[in-house]
């Protein structure tokens, strides 16, 4: 079953404005910078023998882009030591996500 024309009018409007052309490339510019942080980090440690969670350094990139979209300031998890693994606790639930206790 497919939806009406109208529901899916209604539905993509609400989602227009944040995946406009002009949106995302204001976006892009923060995405950038953030792995560009993320890039300096791991060259840092890349002749140590130092293990490094790529799923921290992700969560940490989605939690600044996304504090930095809706609140306007970066919450710098990314600069934080071991990428603020912490933040992966907060928005992950007890069952069916990734987080640092569930094994792959």
């Not at 791991?42 to 809706?70: C, E, M, S, Y």
Request: contains cysteine; glycine residues 6%; aromatic residues 6%.
């Amino acid at each position: 079953m497919t939806i009406s024309h109208e529901l899916h009018h209604q539905r993509r409007k609400a989602v227009d404005r944040p995946f406009s052309r002009q949106s995302i490339s204001r976006v892009e510019s923060v995405i950038h910078s953030e792995l560009k942080t993320v890039e300096d980090k791991l060259l840092a440690v890349k002749d140590t023998n130092r293990a490094v969670r790529l799923d921290h350094a992700f969560a940490a990139v989605a939690g600044d882009v996304i504090g930095q979209i809706a609140c306007g300031k970066s919450p710098q998890l990314v600069e934080g030591a071991g990428f603020s693994p912490e933040w992966q606790v907060l928005w992950c639930c007890s069952d069916g996500c990734i987080s640092s206790t569930n094994k792959y």
